[in-house]
């Protein structure tokens, strides 16, 4: 039979479970779906996780119906470890998930069933524990409301931009379909499922890409509380929204509640150290990467090392197309792309200043195209004035910023870094510091050209204020020490995680202590802002 012929007649035996059901028990005898998941590390310690979570004695004075949804193998390892503390903690758990192992690869039915039968052999041991609840045949609505099939095309672009790892992509592409029919799909499952079910609290991951958008989006619908959540790069910590998308990383309720407060002195030196090893090339703490491959050598031996001269010299530090982190984040422009590409034309129109394009040193390890193939492909080559540095340049990227006079940013934090040495910084994009006191936030493309002449043309006269700088470091201690809430087990670093965080630990006395207020905060409890609790613990750590 030719592979055209097998993947026809897998999609018509597809359509009928029960071809499945019987190649695996006949055929398959509970070995893994080739190209599927592969769960032995959760067959081998999900008995362990199981027993410790019976034998807690942990109880909510508020236990809630929480439906938890996963899908892609480390997320879902990831969704029963939390499932299994919830339940522990009092909860009655739902966990729903899709048994899709690739999010941008097509599978056909006949297989994709066969992944689900081998998920089932693996995990159906935490029932009745927590309820399973696969929604790859779960019943559908009739139809998706006005107001979520609206918001349709536009998630399966974002989804496609995030597949790609660029912004500009092809709706009558492969992967846009692929993913338009899946969201559409899992949405009227989902959509079903919800309304017969009315969980009290929905917790997903991300809630901003692909299914778990999708879940986010009903949930905020039917006005069911829902909780999204992320990992950034510190261990032992979580990002964390409350009926809204955790990518925004929206920090306004705490700032309201502490941005007024000055910092202490430790909390100065936690702040400052992080700073230092963020410019430098070292771990730090808490931190699980290193920011930069190369040493700092210092602002004027860049500019030699460059051919930069005396000119206003503004810098770019450019973030990764397609993260989601910054899809969805303009504010005047129609895309990261475009604002890039009018700067660089603006840049080209006035020789008297300098610009610097610092391409994310992230970009090597993606597989979309680069900024610095975008901007190449589209201006061919550059003046004297305009420099495009790539991803894989040796430069340190904190030179550059002891070398410009002032920064452009659509979203990276390293604008908010370059207002805590008193650079002034333009912020084009929806970014979480933007607003906050100490940044120039323009909201069109004539406030952008308009501040941009100004601080081209006198640098110094926008120099932050001390009062500006010490509120840039106030913010950012709020930002990396007080936003992120601690948690035990962090994708993807789970099982490294678990060797120090097991679940008898987590949930003992000890873990509750650190963690009990994050999973009370999962199933909906308001986050208290106003409690520092964070200096204690780090300092003591």
Known sequence: MTMIGSESLKKILGEFPVTADLYWRIMQQADPPV?????????????????????????????????????????????????????????????????????????????LRRQDLYIKSIIKQIEPFVRLVSMLDAPKADRLPEAISDQMAAAAFRDTQYSMLREDIDTDGEIYRLRQERNNDYALRMLAWMQNERPDVVVVPNGSILEFGITYRLARYLNIPVTTYEFGEQNHRMWMAQNNDVMRQDTSDLWNARGEIPLTDVEKELIYNLFSSRQGASLWHTFARRWQDAPKIGGSAIRQELGLDLRPLALIPANVLGDSLVLGRQLFSESNTEWLKRTVEFFIEHPEAQLVIRVHPGERIGWGSSVYEILVQHFQEFPENIHLLPAESSVNTYDLVDAADFGLVFTTTTGMEMAMIGKPVIVTGHTHYRGKGFTIDPNTWKEYFEALKQVLYDPKAHTLSEGQIELSWRYAYRFFFEYPQPFPWRVPYLWESLKEWSMARVLSPEGQAQFGNTFRYLVGEPIDWARSYVEGRLTNE
Do not use: C
């Open 35 to 111: 190209g599927g998941y592969l769960l032995d590390d959760v067959r081998k310690h999900l008995p362990t996780w199981l027993d410790q979570a019976r034998a807690a004695e942990v109880k909510s004075n508020h236990p809630k119906r929480v439906l938890v949804f996963s899908v892609l193998r480390y997320w879902l390892e990831h969704s029963l470890l939390m499932s299994l503390a919830l339940v522990a903690f009092g909860h009655e758990v739902t966990l729903a998930y899709l048994p899709y192992a690739h999010w941008k690869r097509p599978i056909n039915r006949f297989d």
